[in-house]
C-alpha cells in the first residue's frame, strides 16, 4: 500500500510541475494582453528555462509576439533594446522546435517575421541619414537576414530590395567592402537590376583598389543605363582615381552632349583640365557652368579656388626672388594681387550658396586679410568662430 501511495504521489507532483510551468506560458500571455509586460517578461522567460515548456512551439511564438509587444511599446521599448532581436529569436525558434516542421501559429510566426523585418529597416534609417553607418548597417542587414529567413523557411518570393541595397551601401561606407559585394551580389542574382546597384560596386571596388572590376562593373550598367546620371558620375571617378584622365575627358563630353543642362558634368570636366593643367579651358568650362546655373556651389568654389591657388603659385614665386629682383617682385604682385581678387566674387558667391563651408570662410579670410578689407575679414572671423562653436 506505501508503495502504491507513493506512486500516486510522485504522479501528482510531475503533472503538477508541468502544469505550474504551462501556467507561467498562459500567465506571460494573459499578462502581455493587460499592458504588464514586465510580469509576462518574467513568466515567459521562466518557461524557456524549462526542460518541458521550453520545447513548445507555442512557449517560443508567445515569447517571441511578448517582446514585439514590448517593442512597440515606447515606454518599455526605452529598457528593452534588445526586444526586437528577442522577438525575431523566439519567432524563429519557435518554427525551429516545430515536430516535423508543423506549428499551429505558422501564419502568425510568418506575420510577426515580416513585422519586424520591417521594423528593423526603419530602424536603420535615421542613424543611416546622420551618418551612424555601423548601427544603421546592423538594423538593415538585420531586416536582410529575416526576409531571407521568411522565404526560406515559409517558401515564399518576398523582396527586400530596400534592405539588402542599403545594408550594402551601410557596408560599404564602413569599408566592409567585402560584405558589401556579397550583398549587392546577391540582388543581381535575384534579378533585381538598378543603376544604383552597379554604381555602388564600382565605388566599392575603388575603394578596394581595384580599378578594373569597378570599370567592367559600370560598363555592365552603363550598357543597360545608358542616360543614367549617377552610373556617369561613377565611371568619371573611377577614371580619375585611376588618373585616366584622356578617357574621363572624352567621357565627359560625350555625356554632356547627351545632357547640356546638368552642371555637374561641366564641373567634373573643369577639374580634369586644371589636372592637366589646361587653366584656360578649365575656366572656361567653369563659366559655362555658371551661365547654366549661377547658384552651383560648386562651380563658384571651384573656379574661385582656381583663382586663389594660382595667386598663390604667383606668391611662392616672388618668395624665391632675389633681393636684386625688386621689378620683376612688383610686377608678380600686381599679377598676384589681381589673381586674388578676380577669386573673391566667386568665393562670396559660393559662400552665399553655402554658409558653413569651412573651407570658403577660410579662403575668404585669407583673402580679406591679404586685401586689407577690415571690416569682411572682421565678419568672416565672427562667422568662422560661430561655426566652431
Known sequence: ?????????????????????????????????????????????????????????????????????????????????????????????????????????????????????????NEGVTPYNEKNYQLAYNSFKQSADVYEYINKTFQTKTVDTLATLYAAHAATKLKKYGEAEVLYQSLLDKGISQPDIYASMGELYVGMGDTAKAIAIISKGTALYPNDKGLMIQELNVYLFSKRFDEAEVKLKEAIEKDPKFVPLYVQLAN???????????????????????????????????????AVELNNTMNKLDL??????????????ATFRRSL????????????????????????ARLNMTEKLDDIKRQIDAAKG
Open 272 to 310: 580634369i583640365y586644371e589636372l592637366k593643367k589646361d587653366t584656360a579651358n578649365a575656366r572656361k568650362t567653369y563659366e559655362q557652368a555658371i551661365a547654366i546655373e549661377p547658384n552651383s556651389f560648386d562651380a563658384q568654389y571651384r573656379l574661385g579656388a582656381m583663382y586663389y591657388n594660382q
Open 1 to 121: 500500500m506505501k508503495k502504491a501511495l507513493s506512486l500516486v504521489l510522485l504522479i501528482t507532483v510531475c503533472v503538477g510541475t508541468v502544469f505550474s510551468q504551462s501556467s507561467q506560458v498562459v500567465s506571460a500571455w494573459n499578462y502581455v494582453k493587460y499592458g504588464q509586460f514586465e510580469e509576462a517578461k518574467t513568466a515567459i522567460n521562466q518557461a524557456i528555462n524549462d526542460p518541458k515548456t521550453s520545447t513548445w512551439p507555442k512557449t517560443w511564438f508567445y515569447r517571441g509576439s511578448i517582446y514585439l509587444a514590448i517593442y512597440n511599446d515606447s515606454s518599455f521599448k526605452k529598457n528593452n533594446p534588445d526586444a526586437l532581436p528577442e522577438s525575431i529569436r523566439s519567432f524563429e525558434k519557435s518554427m525551429e522546435v516545430s515536430a516535423g516542421g508543423k506549428n499551429e501559429y505558422k501564419d502568425q510566426l510568418q506575420a510577426g517575421l515580416q513585422e519586424c523585418a520591417l521594423s528593423s529597416f
Open 324 to 337: 636684386n629682383q625688386q621689378k620683376q617682385y612688383d610686377l608678380l604682385k600686381v599679377q598676384r594681387d
Open 345 to 368: 566674387p566667386y568665393l562670396e558667391n559660393a559662400h552665399l550658396q553655402d554658409p558653413k563651408d569651412m573651407d570658403t570662410m577660410i579662403a575668404l579670410k585669407e583673402l580679406y
